[in-house]
Every structure is written in structure tokens, then in C-alpha cells.
């Protein structure tokens, strides 16, 4: 089983750059890949971006390119996402998943159905 627990979110300004934290425990010796994904009130969830540990690969959806940046502390088993310039629609929650199967393209963990374990979410409020 693996654990996994975000960090970060709050009340925040437009043209804020938090980070947010994602610590994993458990059995992550079987994680192959971790990603953010977020939540808007009465939207689908969707995919930010993944990173796998296998070369140090990220690969991030359009709308969080240039602004999203997801890096991974392999010391203390944590998924970082650095989001630059907030604006009012990055309100949402921020859930961060780990999947424990290996997929040859990095794309495919663009699907909710690649990961096997979800974190709580926090909740990122951004007012103008």
C-alpha cells in the first residue's frame, strides 16, 4: 500500500507561486510514476502533469506548460508542484496519484485510470 498526502494549498492571490507537496509513504520501492491532477467545482478531474523517477522524465498537459513545474525529492519520497502566476480559474483541488505499473509512453499517465493510489487533494483558493 502506499500513502500519500498533499500539502500547501490555502488561500492565495492572484500572482502567487506556491508549491505545493505531495509525501509519499508505504510501499513506494513500487511506484513508477506520480502526477498532479486538479479538480474545479463541477468540472472533471484533470491532468497536470507526471513524473517518472526512470530518468528523471516529466511530462506535462498544454495548460499547465510553462507555468506548472513538477520535480520529485528522492530523499524523502516527495512530488513537488510549482505553480507560477496563479489565476482566478487555478481554483480547484490538487490531488497528487502514484501508479505502480510501468508504461513505456509517458503520456499514458495523462489517464486517471494509470494510477493505483490517491492522495486526499488540497484545496487551492485564488482570489483577484
Known amino acids: 500500500q502506499v500513502q500519500l498526502v498533499e500539502s500547501g494549498g490555502g488561500l492565495m492571490q492572484a500572482g502567487d507561486s506556491p508549491r505545493l507537496s505531495c509525501a509519499a509513504s508505504?510501499?513506494?520501492?513500487?511506484?513508477?510514476?506520480m502526477g498532479w491532477f486538479r479538480q474545479a467545482p463541477g468540472k472533471e478531474r484533470e491532468f497536470l502533469g507526471v513524473?517518472?523517477?526512470?530518468?528523471?522524465?516529466?511530462f506535462y498537459a498544454d495548460s499547465a506548460k510553462g507555468r506548472f513545474t513538477i520535480s520529485f525529492d528522492n530523499a524523502k519520497n516527495t512530488l513537488f508542484l510549482q505553480m507560477n502566476s496563479l489565476l482566478q480559474e487555478d481554483t480547484a483541488v490538487y490531488y497528487c496519484?502514484?501508479?505502480?505499473?510501468?508504461?513505456?509512453?509517458?503520456?499514458?499517465?495523462?489517464?486517471?485510470?494509470?494510477?493505483?493510489?490517491w492522495g486526499q487533494g488540497t484545496q487551492v483558493t485564488v482570489s483577484s
Open positions: 513524473f517518472r523517477n526512470i530518468g528523471d522524465n516529466t
Open positions: 508505504g510501499w513506494t520501492f513500487s511506484i513508477h510514476a
Open positions: 496519484a502514484a501508479g505502480i505499473t510501468h508504461y513505456s509512453t509517458l503520456s499514458y499517465y495523462a489517464n486517471k485510470e494509470a494510477y493505483n493510489y
